[in-house]
């Protein structure tokens, strides 16, 4: 069965650089979303993209995060300058053609960041 | 800022006995998600309910959608060891692509 894949599994990083997670999606989906959980809290929704554009975003994803599908099958979330706050579990996840009310999210394993 | 309680937040028990687990809201929901989760992996979805009033059987698990789509529960007969995991509900309140997940209830069910 086709797979959402996620690199790196753990990203480690000093507070104030750059990172970008990467994920590819299943290949014939077209809606695409990153969310996080923070230790022992809940899965966050950061971002919806579709069509080559963010189609919703929540309040946590502000003008330190930026997402880009550089190429057919890479869909990336960069983080220009990280905060200790940031450190989470990244989840990449994309759904199918239709709306997600009947074309389900299929979640990657994560990226683990940690900020220190 | 929509919110879904899931209850209990753990809960263990012995193989094949039943158990339910709630998801509640203030809000209404156009559809309503349960997923199961393992440490190191991501979600899974489990099911989607849309009508209010709908139940959904899986094998051993029947999820039911409430009439007024504020909540749901998720009731797991004859549990088995393998069904230890947390379990997590998660909405969405429009056509869009936004959920709004709950807290999950970690489930271990010893033999």
């Known amino acids: 069965e086709p797979e959402v894949t996620q690199t790196p599994s753990h990203q480690v990083t000093q507070m104030g650089q750059e990172v970008i997670l990467r994920c590819v999606p299943i290949?014939?989906?077209?809606?695409f979303y990153w969310y996080r959980q923070i230790l022992g809290q809940k899965v966050e929704f950061l971002v919806s993209?579709?069509?080559?554009?963010?189609?919703?975003k929540s309040e946590i994803f502000d003008d330190q995060f930026s997402v880009e599908r550089p190429d057919g099958s890479n869909f990336t979330l960069k983080i220009r300058s990280t905060k200790l706050e940031d450190s989470a579990m990244y989840f990449c996840?994309?759904?199918?053609?239709?709306?997600?009310?009947?074309?389900?999210?299929?979640f990657g394993n994560g990226t683990r960041l940690t900020v220190t | 800022t929509q919110l879904l309680e899931q209850s209990p937040q753990f809960l263990s028990i012995q193989e094949g006995e039943n158990l339910t687990v709630y998801c509640n809201s203030s809000?209404?929901?156009?559809?309503l998600q349960w997923y199961r989760q393992e440490p190191g992996e991501g979600p899974v979805l489990l099911v989607t309910?849309?009508?209010?009033?709908e139940v959904k059987k899986l094998k051993r698990l029947t999820f039911q959608f409430g009439d007024a789509r504020k909540d749901s529960s998720l009731h797991i007969t004859a549990a088995q060891p393998g069904d230890t995991g947390l379990y997590l509900c998660a909405a969405s309140n429009n056509a869009g692509n936004m959920l709004t997940f709950g807290g999950g209830t970690r489930l271990m069910v010893k033999p």
């Open positions: 809000s209404v929901f156009s559809s």
């Open positions: 993209f579709y069509n080559n554009e963010i189609s919703e």
């Open positions: 309910v849309v009508t209010g009033g």
């Open positions: 996840a994309s759904s199918g053609p239709r709306s997600q009310v009947t074309s389900p999210l299929h």
């Open positions: 290949s014939n989906h077209l809606y």
